[in-house]
């Protein structure tokens, strides 16, 4: 059986008030709708991050009827869970389990929630859990505990989960270690993380889908590594495949970041590049050096076929200043101290204990802090 599993739509986003930015995210959701149609997938996944809010605009539930409708009438289900930006603050009713009626099936409220699934003559696990945050964050690790008991008993299942996984975001935003990951499981689907990630050579198969457009400046840089995309996922007989569709509707966008002399060439390049869709660019500018703020205005006010937010000006001449890439464990003890002394006494202990050299470091901790034995 086949499945699309999307993720972190976020129906609704309205950046800076612009109606086309709203629009691009209704498209770009349609789009990867229109794909698992296409495809004629068995059943949607989605793994929350409906809407942008939990109380979303009547044009935003509008625009869901729309979509769920084209699947209602093709008789195939979806199944979500709530993200964090889904979940009411207050005693409301949870916007997408009013379009139960179109065959839309929020999952794992409260707790995880199973369901067997029959496709081709083959059943499937699909277990659910909602984003659990503030007090329900304790439980997510004994939910997972249950969920991986039921599916021991099943050659094919998928557990939906809206939650941050070291090491996909900085140790500080995640809830859950990838150790604490259930290991039965053929197919882990993950929303929250808005870059996508599909870790499939071993089981279980592991993936954030990631967004379906972007909702902040962060997502540039994955973004125009790897666009943005859905999977699409075959599971039979406790095989998975699952292949990344890369989506063409979203807007480009990218980051000018120039010194007052050259912005407009690089401005240029970017109108000038060959694009997936002919939707206008979307790019932040900030501009460096001593530079005549109302000319660059104007200047920019004249550019057609782009949309610019900003421009930012800097005094500084750029610089290419190296930024910490987190890709060194340095890195993450400098992001958590914020002290570079404590970071490299972090790095000097934890250099000594990772080779189990237990009483050198134990020496090393009496000598930092000057203790007499
Ligand atoms: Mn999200």
Same mark, same amino acid.
């Given at each position: 059986?086949?499945?699309?599993?999307?993720?972190?739509?976020?129906?609704?986003?309205?950046?800076?008030?612009?109606?086309?930015?709203?629009?691009?995210?209704?498209?770009?959701?349609?789009?990867?709708?229109?794909?698992?149609?296409?495809?004629?997938?068995?059943?949607?996944?989605?793994?929350?991050?409906?809407?942008?809010?939990?109380?979303?605009?009547?044009?935003?539930?509008?625009?869901?009827?729309?979509?769920?409708?084209?699947?209602?009438?093709?008789?195939?289900?979806?199944?979500?869970?709530?993200?964090?930006?889904?979940?009411?603050?207050?005693?409301?009713?949870?916007?997408?389990?009013?379009?139960?009626?179109?065959?839309?099936?929020?999952?794992?409220?409260?707790?995880?929630?199973?369901?067997?699934?029959?496709?081709?003559?083959?059943?499937?696990?699909?277990?659910?859990?909602?984003?659990?945050?503030?007090?329900?964050?304790?439980?997510?690790?004994?939910?997972?505990?249950?969920?991986?008991?039921?599916?021991?008993?099943?050659?094919?299942?998928?557990?939906?989960?809206?939650?941050?996984?070291?090491?996909?975001?900085?140790?500080?935003?995640?809830?859950?270690?990838?150790?604490?990951?259930?290991?039965?499981?053929?197919?882990?689907?993950?929303?929250?993380?808005?870059?996508?990630?599909?870790?499939?050579?071993?089981?279980?198969?592991?993936?954030?889908?990631?967004?379906?457009?972007?909702?902040?400046?962060?997502?540039?840089?994955?973004?125009?590594?790897?666009?943005?995309?859905?999977?699409?996922?075959?599971?039979?007989?406790?095989?998975?495949?699952?292949?990344?569709?890369?989506?063409?509707?979203?807007?480009?966008?990218?980051?000018?970041?120039?010194?007052?002399? $050259?912005? *407009? %060439?690089? #401005?240029?390049? =970017? !109108?000038?590049?060959?694009?997936?869709?002919? +939707? &206008?660019?979307?790019?932040? /500018?900030?501009?460096?050096?001593?530079?005549?703020?109302?000319?660059?205005? $104007?200047? *920019? %006010?004249? #550019?057609?076929? =782009? !949309?610019?937010?900003?421009?930012?000006?800097? +005094? &500084?001449?750029?610089?290419? /200043?190296?930024?910490?890439?987190?890709?060194?464990?340095?890195?993450?003890? $400098?992001?958590?101290?914020?002290?570079?002394?404590?970071?490299?006494?972090?790095?000097?202990?934890?250099?000594?204990?990772?080779?189990?050299?237990?009483?050198?470091?134990?020496?090393?901790?009496?000598?930092?802090?000057?203790?007499?034995?």
């Amino acid at each position: 059986m086949r499945f699309l599993h999307l993720s972190d739509t976020h129906l609704g986003y309205k950046e800076y008030m612009m109606d086309l930015r709203e629009n691009d995210f209704y498209e770009s959701f349609n789009e990867a709708i229109d794909t698992g149609l296409n495809e004629n997938v068995d059943f949607f996944v989605h793994t929350g991050d409906l809407f942008d809010t939990w109380s979303p605009s009547n044009r935003a539930l509008n625009e869901f009827k729309k979509s769920m409708l084209k699947l209602y009438n093709k008789n195939k289900t979806m199944y979500l869970i709530m993200g964090d930006h889904d979940r009411p603050k207050r005693s409301d009713e949870i916007a997408s389990k009013i379009f139960d009626f179109l065959g839309v099936k929020l999952l794992g409220v409260n707790e995880i929630q199973n369901v067997v699934l029959n496709y081709n003559n083959e059943d499937l696990l699909l277990s659910g859990l909602s984003n659990m945050k503030g007090l329900r964050k304790n439980n997510i690790v004994n939910e997972y505990r249950k969920g991986d008991v039921e599916a021991k008993n099943y050659k094919n299942s998928i557990l939906m989960s809206h939650q941050g996984v070291s090491p996909y975001l900085i140790p500080e935003a995640c809830e859950v270690d990838s150790k604490d990951l259930p290991s039965n499981y053929k197919y882990l689907a993950f929303g929250h993380v808005h870059d996508s990630y599909l870790i499939d050579d071993k089981y279980p198969v592991f993936s954030y889908a990631g967004s379906t457009d972007l909702n902040s400046l962060n997502e540039i840089k994955n973004y125009l590594k790897n666009k943005k995309s859905v999977n699409l996922v075959e599971i039979s007989n406790g095989n998975v495949n699952a292949e990344k569709i890369k989506l063409k509707s979203t807007r480009y966008q990218n980051i000018v970041d120039s010194d007052y002399n $050259n912005y *407009l %060439n690089d #401005i240029n390049e =970017i !109108i000038n590049m060959k694009k997936e869709n002919n +939707k &206008e660019p979307l790019i932040s /500018v900030t501009i460096h050096g001593d530079a005549d703020k109302v000319e660059i205005k $104007n200047k *920019l %006010n004249e #550019i057609k076929n =782009i !949309i610019i937010r900003g421009p930012v000006f800097e +005094k &500084e001449i750029r610089k290419i /200043v190296e930024k910490p890439n987190m890709s060194k464990l340095i890195d993450y003890f $400098n992001a958590y101290f914020n002290d570079s002394e404590m970071a490299n006494l972090a790095n000097t202990i934890y250099d000594t204990i990772k080779n189990e050299d237990v009483d050198n470091s134990y020496d090393l901790i009496k000598k930092i802090f000057q203790v007499e034995t």
